[in-house]
């Protein structure tokens, strides 16, 4: 049976307000940037953004990795608030302007506002003739999201029947993860559903990644995160299929067990269910190299098409076909 009903997915995020223009060379020179990077912003770029905003063109989009997820989800499925998103931003214009972002593409965005960080942004600096991309991130109010925020709207929590967070999101607030995580575990039917995000989440924050494991349906992943969460624990091996298998047989406190799903960009999806001996491997089209733009937002956008189907409750491989055909929409 299809569930299109409001909140029925809820995310815990970083919300970043993406702020996209083209720039030339000089910019970039001005501001000792790379063309092809993703820096997080220190002192150094604090007036980056004001400027960008006053003498170029720029393109607003409600991003993070979280976010992303959502905004998919609803240009899937056409129909507003099926997605509820939390995370934190400033009391100040680019808050305001990521709440109508978010709102006009239909996410139910349930925002923390710190009266005191200023709203988290990322440059998208777009040069060489739309050849090469140079992200700022400057991650801000995203980080000051607090479990209180999520007690005091947890009527959202109990709403939803699949529930989202990431392992960015382990470095700000864990105990509201592990909250959700044991409100799915403690209600029949609802699925808890994680992203390991990047590497370097397994090597920073492993300890907290590991409480929150047992408590996973569906674990996401790609190959250069798959096995920074191999050697985290111990494997001596990077066979992604082995490591997708470990990772599925890892305990888990749901009798349904657990799915874990690791892609490699254009080669086949691999996934590994609990107690299963093969791991699947789902072949994935090909996309035309003259036709890809850039990769960014490429998983966000997967996790989101997969959601967009287990929302209707379609069988797995419905919803990685899915989740790569919102993929290769987003590279084009």
Request: charged letters at 20%; aromatic letters at 8%.
């Amino acid at each position: 049976m299809s569930d299109l009903s409001e909140g029925v997915l809820l995310g815990l995020g970083n919300p970043l307000l993406d702020i996209t223009c083209n720039v030339n060379e000089d910019f970039l020179n001005k501001w000792h940037l790379k063309a092809d990077d993703a820096i997080l912003a220190d002192e150094s770029h604090e007036k980056l953004y004001e400027e960008v905003v006053a003498n170029y063109e720029c393109q607003y989009i409600a991003g993070g990795s979280c976010q992303n997820t959502l905004r998919t989800v609803q240009w899937m499925l056409q129909k507003p608030n099926v997605g509820t998103f939390f995370g934190a931003v400033g009391d100040d214009k680019f808050g305001r302007i990521m709440a109508d972002k978010s709102h006009e593409v239909g996410v139910n965005s349930v925002y923390r506002v710190d009266p005191k960080v200023p709203t988290g942004t990322c440059a998208c600096l777009i040069s060489q003739d739309n050849a090469s991309r140079s992200l700022v991130a400057y991650l801000g109010a995203s980080q000051t999201f607090n479990i209180q925020h999520l007690l005091d709207n947890y009527s959202y929590v109990e709403k939803a029947r699949i529930l989202y967070s990431t392992g960015f999101h382990l470095a700000v607030s864990p105990d509201s993860i592990m909250n959700m995580a044991n409100h799915a575990q403690s209600n029949p039917g609802k699925v808890f559903a994680f992203n390991l995000s990047a590497p370097y989440i397994s090597h920073a924050f492993g300890k907290q990644l590991l409480e929150v494991i047992p408590y996973i349906d569906i674990l996401f992943g790609n190959e250069t995160e798959a096995e920074a969460f191999g050697q985290l624990n111990g494997l001596q091996t990077k066979d992604l299929k082995e490591i997708a298998k470990f990772a599925a047989d890892m305990e888990c406190r749901q009798p349904t067990g657990r799915t874990v799903v690791i892609t490699q960009g254009k080669d086949a999806v691999l996934v590994a269910t609990t107690g299963s001996a093969d791991v699947r491997e789902i072949a994935v089209p090909e996309v035309p190299e003259q036709q890809i733009v850039d990769t960014i937002g490429a998983g966000d956008s997967f996790v989101g098409g997969y959601f967009a189907q287990l929302i209707r409750n379609r069988p797995i491989d419905v919803c990685i076909e899915s989740g790569v055909y919102a993929a290769q929409q987003v590279i084009r």
